[in-house]
């Protein structure tokens, strides 16, 4: 399958600091990117969703000033966590696919995600 | 809305063995997709099988197999001869067909983990 590259793969900071992380389509074109937080032992909640080029779709509940994404090629998406605090820590996860594609290679590809550590 | 349940949230299967989980799903549309997908120790989501609504044969990807009930709304996963590697939370997944642009994305269910006993 297609490969979703994300970076780094886990980040300490300290309060109040910003953090980005990166996610990247290393061998498709990634016209839409998904970024997910989730929590221990529960399921992935959708943050945002992006289109190339377009402003990112935020999620009920989700600041979009917080939490500021970018997607502003076909293979590359980031999301910055700005001033972050201790409650933002947690694992999140970028996915990503390409919607032109027709029927069964429509696909959803996961990164391996980030874990966030705010001290 | 669209809504994925998984009323197991944990199971558990002796080596070689066969498991089946559980899924069900709400939803108005006629044509969607469904997956599973399984995220192991590492947290890396892998896709383990897709079906897409309108086709009415289980999909099947060697040990794994669905057994898709779309008048139940129901796409429950089948692992036979289960793995030790085969351990992890394992995900059922909804997605609507029609649409561009940013339309569908995935809905999650809560999970459920599986753990394999030697």
């Known amino acids: 399958g297609a490969v979703v590259s994300q970076h780094p793969s886990w980040v300490i900071c300290k309060s109040g600091t910003s953090v980005k992380i990166e996610c990247r389509s290393l061998?498709?074109?990634?016209?839409?990117m998904f970024w997910y937080r989730q929590f221990p032992k529960q399921s992935l909640m959708l943050m945002a969703t992006s289109n190339e080029g377009s402003k990112a779709t935020y999620e009920q509940g989700v600041e979009k000033d917080k939490f500021l994404i970018n997607h502003a090629s076909l293979t590359l998406s980031t999301l910055t966590v700005t001033s972050a605090h201790p409650e933002d820590s947690s694992f999140y996860i970028c996915?990503?696919?390409?919607?032109?594609?027709?029927?069964?290679?429509?696909?959803?590809?996961f990164g391996a995600g980030t874990r966030l550590s705010v001290l | 809305a669209q809504t994925v349940t998984q009323s197991q949230p944990e199971m558990s299967v002796q080596e070689a063995e066969t498991v089946t989980l559980s899924c069900t799903y709400d939803t108005s549309e006629s044509d969607y997709y469904l997956f599973w997908y399984k995220q192991p120790p590492s947290r890396q989501m892998i896709l383990v099988i897709r079906q897409e609504a309108y086709k009415q044969q289980n999909a099947t990807e060697n040990r794994f197999s669905v057994n898709f009930q779309k008048a139940a709304k129901s796409f429950s996963l089948k692992i036979s001869d289960s793995q030790l590697g085969d351990a992890a939370m394992y995900f059922c997944a909804y997605r609507t067909r029609g649409g561009g642009g940013s339309q569908g994305n995935l809905i999650f269910g809560k999970g459920t983990k599986l753990s394999v006993k030697p």
């Open positions: 061998d498709f074109q990634a016209t839409t």
């Open positions: 996915s990503a696919r390409d919607y032109r594609l027709a029927g069964a290679k429509n696909i959803q590809y």
